[in-house]
T-cell receptor, first 116, second 116 residues
Framework: AQKITQTQPGMFVQEKEAVTLDCTYD???????LFWYKQPSSGEMIFLIY??????QNATEGRYSLNFQKARKSANLVISASQLGDSAMYFC?????????????FGRGTSLIVHP | EAGVAQSPRYKIIEKRQSVAFWCNPISGHATLYWYQQILGQGPKLLIQFQNNGVVDDSQLPKDRFSAERLKGVDSTLKIQPAKLEDSAVYLC??????????????FGEGSRLTVL
C-alpha cells in the first residue's frame, strides 16, 4: 500500500493567488513526521516545512503552511501569494521511526505551474 | 556550512557496464541515504546508513547494486551490471537526529545516469 498519496499530478495557479497541494498518508505509528520538499527544474530537493504528529498547531514557514488533519491522515501544503519562482515539483514525505532510526518515504509529487 | 556533495553529476554508459557514484554528506550528519528518482516519479529509498551501519536496504536490488559507507562519512553506490531501467537520478541525502530535531533531509544535486 502507498504510504504517501499525492493525487494531483499537476496544478496551475495564477501569480499572487493561493494554492493547495494535497497529501494523504498511511501509518499505524503514533509518532511520525510529515515534510514537504520542493524540486525545481535544476533537480535539487529543498526542504520547505515540517509537521510532527504530536504538534497541535499547524506548521507555518513564511508563505508556506501545512493544513494538518490527523483524523483524516492528510497534510496539505498551502502556498499563499504564489510567485513565478514557485513553479516546481512538490513532494510530500513521511518519516516513520523504525528500530530507533527515521525512515523517510516520498510521494509521487505534484507539478505546480504558476502563470502570470 | 558545505552542503551534500555528489559526483559525477552526469554519466552515460552502455547496458551491462558498471558505474559508481560518490557522496560526501554534511559534516556531522550521521545518517546518509541513497534515493533513486526515475523521471516523473518520487524518490525511492535504496539504502539508508546510520554511521557506517545499514539501517534499511530492503529496496536495493542486491544482485546489481551495492553501497558502502566507510568510516561513517563518504559513501559510494555502485551498479554492476547496469540495465536500461537503471536510468534515473541518484540522490544522496543526509540528516542529523537530535532531540527536538525534525530530521529533515539535506540533498545533494544528484547524479543523472543514462543507460543506453
Amino acid at each position: 500500500a502507498q504510504k504517501i498519496t499525492q493525487t494531483q499530478p499537476g496544478m496551475f495557479v495564477q501569480e499572487k493567488e493561493a494554492v493547495t497541494l494535497d497529501c494523504t498518508y498511511d501509518t499505524s505509528d503514533q509518532s511520525y513526521g510529515l515534510f514537504w520538499y520542493k524540486q525545481p527544474s535544476s533537480g535539487e530537493m529543498i526542504f520547505l516545512i515540517y509537521q510532527g504528529s504530536y504538534d497541535e498547531q499547524n506548521a507555518t514557514e513564511g508563505r508556506y503552511s501545512l493544513n494538518f488533519q490527523k483524523a483524516r491522515k492528510s497534510a496539505n501544503l498551502v502556498i499563499s501569494a504564489s510567485q513565478l519562482g514557485d513553479s516546481a515539483m512538490y513532494f510530500c514525505a513521511m518519516r516513520e521511526e523504525a528500530g530507533g532510526s527515521y525512515i523517510p518515504t516520498f510521494g509521487r509529487g505534484t507539478s505546480l505551474i504558476v502563470h502570470p | 556550512e558545505a552542503g551534500v556533495a555528489q559526483s559525477p553529476r552526469y554519466k552515460i554508459i552502455e547496458k551491462r557496464q558498471s558505474v559508481a557514484f560518490w557522496c560526501n554528506p554534511i559534516s556531522g550528519h550521521a545518517t546518509l541515504y541513497w534515493y533513486q528518482q526515475i523521471l516523473g516519479q518520487g524518490p525511492k529509498l535504496l539504502i539508508q546508513f546510520q554511521n557506517n551501519g545499514v539501517v534499511d536496504d530492503s529496496q536495493l536490488p542486491k544482485d546489481r547494486f551495492s553501497a558502502e559507507r566507510l568510516k561513517g562519512v563518504d559513501s559510494t553506490l555502485k551498479i554492476q551490471p547496469a540495465k536500461l531501467e537503471d536510468s534515473a537520478v541518484y540522490l544522496c541525502a543526509s540528516s542529523i537526529r537530535r532531540t527536538r530535531n525534525t530530521g529533515e533531509l539535506f540533498f545533494g544535486e544528484g547524479s543523472r545516469l543514462t543507460v543506453l
